[in-house]
């Protein structure tokens, strides 16, 4: 009698998913100067692409802790607004709090999930924005046609993701170790993930299906810089839950055995007391 198929189970997913950045929404926001360096110059590059400057309504999806929705409050000044969401309410707490200690008065959160974005009831943005969220929704061209559909004619759409294992090895390095020494199976199709939109035109394709023009896209350099493999570690450990969960059904001393080969392994990215991950990083953006 042949077995059905494991079928990826999105609701699921979508729960786990909620109480991991819950549960690392802290270490999230005490790492933002790190994701500041690591990522603040495509973040850049993502926000020049989308036309985002003074007086822009901009939407931010799977914000996190906010680190992002700052540099775009910085941006649009006094006239301009940005709504920060998220599905997990705790880590919204910390990108409001970080707003406020930043005297910043033209960020709003909400808590929604990224695929429900068409039942938000907003006025119409100039510019949508994802960092690092879009490759983690379990119906990637729901989430793309809500972002479309809350923008202006003629916004802008934008989203930043990793593009493939092989340029990310900071990353995938750690994953493949634990898949392996937890007997993980491969993903399942269709399943979400780090580089779920790193193939090549995979990213583009999903911005054509939903409906966007003049698509661009741009690959930009974007190495994790710390000071050891130690701290890279470190980083990943408390802020990366979904390796946490990968883990969670080896023992204790199992799970110390792998944290200590990938610590073992990054370290061919020390040279001279410093560490540099290779990390590439895509951006797309589309106009509505």
Known sequence: MTKNPQVFD?????????QQWDTAAEAW??????LSRWLG??????????????????????????????????RIGTTGHVLATDISPTILEFAESAAKLAG????????????QLADLDADPFDAVISRVGLIYFPDQQKALTGMKHQLKNEGKVAAMVYSTAEQNPFFSIPVSIIRRRANLPAPLPGQPGPFSLGGEGSLENAFAQAGFRNIEIEKINAPVRVSSAAECLQFEQESFGALHQMLSGLSDGEQDEAWNEIEEALGQFETNGQFEGPCEMLVAVGTN
Not at 11 to 16: E, F, I, S
Not at 43 to 71: F, H, K, N, P, Y
Not at 104 to 115: H, L
């Open 10 to 18: 999105a609701a699921k997913y979508k729960q786990t998913t909620q």
């Open 29 to 34: 926001h005490r790492w933002a100067p790190l």
């Open 41 to 74: 110059p495509a973040t850049e590059t993502m926000l020049d692409m989308c036309d985002i400057t003074s007086g822009s309504r901009v939407l931010d999806v799977a914000a996190g802790a906010g680190e992002q929705t700052l540099a775009v409050a910085r």
């Open 104 to 115: 910043f008065r033209n960020v709003q959160t909400k808590a929604i999930d990224g695929e």
